[in-house]
């Protein structure tokens, strides 16, 4: 699943904020320790100064309370008088000492008055627990609060950012690229914001332009295929009414007429989906068995190698109200594209609620499958005829408000179904 941008940013202002808590633990805990020893310094050297004021040996003196040590050493006086813990270090000397037991903060340092050696010795074993203690609770407290002014910073952040984007996103998602698109407007403080809506009507400019051309091919083209379906209309007439066509003739006349006339229709219905035009066509109740057999026939007609292969099978309410020139392009379309992909039988089944049609090949493409699956057009159909073939039939569901649906397609066949009603059979 993709994150949202809001989701990003307040994520990295997250990471962030975690990263400055820890660099401030670490820098606090550098701190509090610096601190902590000069304070220890300071209580032990003001611990000294009263040891020596109050020292009665000059080669001599030792002071203990609980693991604390205080021990003068006169100059000249012999290292061996010393006790295990202080004895062997170098003068000065200032640390702290762990070990397995306790820890201590050891101190020896020369003084002239009187002349000699002092060593301090003071168990912090206590003080440390209590202060790391201390250390981690304050340092959790401060993290959570930092926290969570990041986490709320973040979010407002975030809206104040996106707000210009969520406005930018709702003018596109209003737009209706079925009438003229508005341009979108540049009055947004960001800079970024601004070339964006820029680049965006620079688009649109030159998608209307690319829309007038083909607008004005599609006049041109209907011009130009009006012409000699005209002109053959007009030579039939005129061959009827001289009426020295023989019985014979008669049959292929007629044949010549009506395929003139259907594609005197099929032509008017391509231009109106290529201009994309929406008005109001008479729907007639078409019964669906005469139309699919008129079909089937002229497919037959056509290919002579196609005959009997196509099995028709309709229910009596098999009746729709429809522009039937759409529906015969519909019906021609489907048989002839599952005729294309099987040498085997196919079955058309006609009811009140769909057509289904049905083959036994070896299945459409998977790019096929996924633009038939598809919920809206995009891109050109590829340049097979069954491509172009499922574009038409795309194009005539959309315009009569049917639903087109790939039922199946793998390596048994191929089922397609049309519903012209809500609910599917």
Known sequence: MKLSLAMR??????????VVVLASYFMFDRIYEQTEDLVMQAEMRKQRDGFLSELDNPEYSEWRQDADLMIFLGQGQAQSRLPPEVRGYPVPFLAEIETAEKEQVVMIERVTHPPGVLYMVRDTSAVEALDDELELWLTLAIALVML?????????????ILRPFERLTSQLQAFDPKISVPRLPQDYAERELQEIASSFNRFFDKLEEHVAREKAFVRLASHELRTPLAVISGALDVIA??????????????????????MKSDVEMLL??????????????VPLRELAELVISDLEDERPDWSGRTVLAATPDARVKADESLLRVLLRNLIQNALRHTEGPVEVVLNGKAIHVRDVGGGMPAHEQA?????????MPSQSESGSGLLLIRLI?????WRLHLDRS?????????FYRHEPT
């Open 9 to 18: 940013i307040q994520r990295a202002f997250f990471i962030i904020m975690a």
């Open 241 to 262: 009414k001289r009426g020295n066509v023989s019985a014979e003739d008669r049959k292929t006349f007629n044949r010549i007429r009506k395929s003139t006339e259907d």
């Open 148 to 160: 969570g002014i990041g986490f709320a910073l973040a979010r407002v952040s975030v809206k104040k």
């Open 410 to 418: 793998d390596g048994q066949g191929t089922r397609i179904s049309v």
């Open 272 to 285: 109106k989906l290529a201009r994309g035009e929406n008005e109001s066509v008479p729907l007639i109740e």
């Open 371 to 379: 633009r038939l699956r598809s919920q809206e057009l995009r891109g």
């Open 397 to 401: 569901c959309e315009r009569l408000s």
